[in-house]
């Protein structure tokens, strides 16, 4: 028995170094080191936040203004350190300011065109917005500077007047492979977006690449008081924001639970029931619909979260009129019919579920009526290609138009249209489609029946809340 002691003793041993040692490698690799240049975060209708990095411990400064040549505000950091994040307050809606950071010894960074921020419109604003979408942008290289590039060159040559080249940035998670640290972060964020960081803030999605290391939560400042329009969330892992009459939910499927009477789920309900703008746009990490390099029919892929979110997410998003539902994780495009009520598998997708199938694939038009949105349809895009492509069968029934191509989406929200590009690495638009909300619109469409809601007490969904 003495050597089944002995035994036992060095496992236990064994155990005790890798995982000091795991939590060395995750420590050290979330640091924040080096020097990184200013960013926006958190732009509220009143305020914004700069942040930025120095090799030495200053007191950050920013000097500001509406007039480029007259930065003739000032806001002081309250504290002295490496990383720095100033907040300003007492902004206008809709309004660009320049800016230079520094600190109390002089401006170092900043002071040029590429330099501004723009705080958002107020709540209910009609007003255009146009929105960049990437997804799984974490490996830095030619594939994502080619997305990069083709995006910048399409929205010159498609200005809006008046108005920024952006107004929302929004990633779709894994925005640092392989394990999120912040060498990997700065290689695929930092040095491959320098200029647009400077001036547009980013909406990160947490994907299961970036859960690898503590980095994510240490780069981002995210509205968890509800700063930026909704319910507050008290987390930075899923928050809300609301553009003009645009309203953007930001999920965390990779930690937080989908189950019934979660945290997220109550905050997700809350939210959803005080939402009054015209559009709703969700988005997180996990597709609910995908045959990509991931199966949103298989529940031992990813952890089951894929059928988990079908089954608990979609009828709450659906019940509230979500309009268009963005995923990355698998990396392609895959980009569903305007659909209601499919939370089963793909096998069990029929033409009933579709509330329209827009008559040409590659150029679709839908259309929802104007009021009473509940049920009403929704579009699933899948955007998991900005920066790699996989190879994957992309036959999912719900899905008409999916490609093994890299890419990002752009999407213009005009009034009551909503109009959505696909566009590749060579600068091609390959998928377009619209939504349009029309007033005394009757699709014809059935809507939801008992036996496709799901069942509270069905194995699937039995076996989902043992694994939470």
């Given at each position: 028995?003495?050597?089944?002691?002995?035994?036992f003793?060095?496992?236990?041993?064994?155990?005790?170094?890798?995982?000091?040692?795991?939590?060395?490698?995750v420590?050290?690799?979330?640091?924040?080191?080096?020097e990184?240049?200013?960013?926006?975060?958190?732009?509220?209708?009143?305020?914004?936040?700069?942040r930025?990095?120095?090799?030495?411990?200053?007191?950050?400064?920013?000097?500001?203004?509406?007039?480029?040549?007259?930065?003739?505000?000032?806001?002081?950091?309250?504290?002295?350190?490496k990383?720095?994040?100033?907040?300003?307050?007492?902004?206008d809606?809709?309004t660009?300011?320049y800016?230079?950071?520094?600190?109390?010894?002089?401006?170092?960074?900043?002071?040029?065109?590429?330099?501004?921020?723009?705080?958002?419109?107020?709540?209910?604003t009609?007003?255009?917005?146009?929105?960049?979408?990437?997804?799984?942008?974490?490996?830095?290289?030619?594939?994502?500077?080619?997305?990069?590039?083709?995006?910048?060159?399409?929205v010159?040559?498609?200005?809006?007047?008046?108005?920024?080249?952006?107004?929302?940035?929004?990633?779709?998670?894994?925005?640092a492979?392989?394990?999120?640290?912040?060498?990997?972060?700065?290689?695929?964020?930092?040095?491959?977006?320098?200029?647009?960081?400077?001036?547009?803030?980013?909406?990160?999605?947490?994907?299961?690449?970036?859960?690898?290391?503590?980095?994510?939560?240490?780069?981002?400042?995210?509205?968890?008081?509800?700063?930026?329009?909704?319910?507050?969330?008290?987390?930075?892992?899923?928050?809300?924001?609301t553009?003009?009459?645009?309203h953007?939910?930001?999920?965390?499927?990779?930690?937080?639970?989908?189950?019934?009477?979660?945290?997220?789920?109550?905050?997700?309900?809350?939210?959803?029931?005080?939402?009054?703008?015209?559009?709703?746009?969700?988005?997180?990490?996990?597709?609910?619909?995908?045959?990509?390099?991931?199966?949103?029919?298989?529940?031992?892929?990813?952890?089951?979260?894929?059928?988990?979110?079908?089954?608990h997410?979609?009828?709450?998003?659906?019940?509230?009129?979500?309009?268009?539902?963005?995923?990355?994780?698998?990396?392609?495009?895959?980009?569903?019919?305007?659909?209601?009520?499919?939370?089963?598998?793909?096998?069990?997708?029929g033409?009933n579920?579709?509330v329209?199938?827009?008559?040409?694939?590659?150029?679709?038009?839908?259309?929802?009526?104007?009021?009473?949105?509940?049920?009403?349809?929704?579009?699933?895009?899948?955007?998991?290609?900005?920066?790699?492509?996989?190879?994957?069968?992309i036959?999912?029934?719900?899905?008409?138009?999916?490609?093994?191509e890299?890419?990002?989406?752009?999407?213009?929200?005009?009034?009551?249209?909503?109009?959505?590009?696909?566009?590749?690495?060579?600068?091609e638009?390959?998928?377009?489609?619209?939504?349009?909300?029309?007033?005394?619109?009757?699709?014809?469409?059935?809507?939801?029946?008992?036996d496709?809601?799901?069942?509270?007490?069905?194995?699937v969904?039995?076996?989902?809340?043992?694994?939470?």
């Amino acid at each position: 028995m003495i050597w089944i002691w002995r035994l036992f003793k060095f496992l236990i041993l064994l155990v005790v170094i890798y995982a000091t040692a795991r939590f060395g490698v995750v420590y050290f690799g979330s640091q924040l080191q080096g020097e990184r240049d200013p960013y926006i975060q958190l732009p509220t209708p009143a305020s914004v936040v700069l942040r930025w990095q120095t090799l030495e411990n200053r007191m950050g400064v920013v000097r500001y203004g509406v007039d480029e040549d007259h930065l003739n505000l000032t806001a002081l950091e309250d504290e002295v350190g490496k990383e720095h994040s100033v907040k300003i307050d007492g902004l206008d809606p809709d309004t660009r300011y320049y800016y230079e950071v520094g600190d109390i010894g002089g401006y170092s960074r900043g002071g040029t065109s590429k330099d501004w921020f723009r705080t958002l419109p107020m709540p209910g604003t009609e007003r255009p917005a146009r929105i960049w979408v990437i997804g799984d942008s974490g490996q830095p290289g030619r594939v994502a500077d080619d997305v990069r590039d083709s995006m910048e060159q399409w929205v010159a040559a498609n200005p809006r007047r008046g108005l920024p080249a952006l107004d929302v940035w929004i990633d779709l998670g894994d925005l640092a492979y392989t394990s999120g640290t912040d060498k990997q972060f700065q290689a695929a964020l930092f040095d491959t977006y320098p200029d647009l960081l400077r001036n547009t803030a980013l909406w990160p999605v947490y994907g299961n690449h970036d859960a690898r290391r503590w980095t994510y939560f240490r780069l981002f400042t995210l509205p968890e008081h509800g700063e930026a329009g909704g319910v507050a969330s008290a987390t930075e892992h899923y928050y809300s924001f609301t553009f003009g009459d645009v309203h953007f939910v930001i999920l965390d499927s990779e930690s937080s639970s989908v189950a019934r009477g979660s945290n997220m789920v109550e905050w997700l309900q809350r939210d959803l029931d005080k939402n009054r703008s015209e559009w709703l746009i969700a988005a997180f990490h996990h597709p609910p619909y995908s045959k990509g390099s991931h199966d949103s029919d298989d529940y031992s892929d990813s952890g089951g979260r894929m059928v988990d979110i079908r089954r608990h997410l979609l009828p709450i998003l659906e019940a509230a009129g979500v309009d268009l539902v963005l995923s990355g994780h698998s990396h392609m495009y895959e980009r569903s019919y305007l659909i209601d009520c499919a939370y089963g598998g793909s096998a069990d997708f029929g033409p009933n579920r579709i509330v329209s199938d827009g008559v040409e694939h590659h150029n679709a038009r839908y259309i929802k009526p104007e009021q009473d949105k509940t049920h009403s349809g929704t579009v699933y895009v899948v955007d998991g290609s900005s920066s790699k492509v996989d190879v994957a069968p992309i036959n999912h029934p719900a899905m008409p138009v999916s490609m093994l191509e890299a890419g990002s989406l752009i999407i213009d929200i005009d009034g009551d249209t909503l109009t959505s590009r696909f566009l590749n690495d060579k600068g091609e638009v390959k998928d377009e489609f619209s939504i349009t909300q029309q007033a005394g619109y009757d699709s014809g469409y059935a809507g939801c029946t008992p036996d496709s809601t799901p069942v509270a007490n069905d194995a699937v969904t039995q076996q989902a809340s043992e694994t939470e």
